[in-house]
């Protein structure tokens, strides 16, 4: 899939190319979609055969939400129209001309999806590398504690720099996470 077709809200290489958690496992279940945004890009999730799906949250014939929708044997069905998509996201039939095949433009955009350490991780580009290695999970003497999702008014990169700047915290955070009387930085 080349990007530059791709219209994201948030247009970083480096982001649109990385894995991101996007559901808990458990919160993805076959039979139902789940609707979810990544870096501005609406998406749906859902389960096939126990396999996890990662769309583009939009049917190509009139622009309406798959998360509208239902799944019907292993297709996912348009909630207006009713067009069927299968699980590679091609439409394969269209309720008001079921005489008629559809072309095979006729498509749903699709994205990588992976499960790991009980997390659902999507990729809107073309990642270099795996999910990240998380050894520590597999040892039951490291607690895990699942939390979240928070929502928030802030876009991706912006959260990752807040994320990043301590120097806020004192200021921002004061008496949780820093002292305004105790700010300095050590190299």
Known sequence: MALAKLK?????????????????S???VEGRISAVRLLGEDLILWRCRGEVKAWQDLCIHRETRLSLGSIRDETVTCGY???AY????SCIRFPSHPEQKPPAKAKVRTFQAKERYGLVWASLG??????PSFPEWENPSYLKVPCGPYRYKASGPRAIEN????AHLPFVHEGLLGDPNHAEIAD
């Open 81 to 83: 129209h009713g067009w």
């Open 86 to 89: 299968d699980r590679d996201g």
């Open 126 to 131: 073309d990642p270099r590398q795996d999910v």
């Open 8 to 24: 994201f809200v948030i247009n970083d290489p480096i982001l649109t190319n990385d894995w991101h958690v996007v559901a808990r």
């Open 163 to 166: 994320f990043l700047d301590v």
């Open 26 to 28: 458990e919160d993805v």
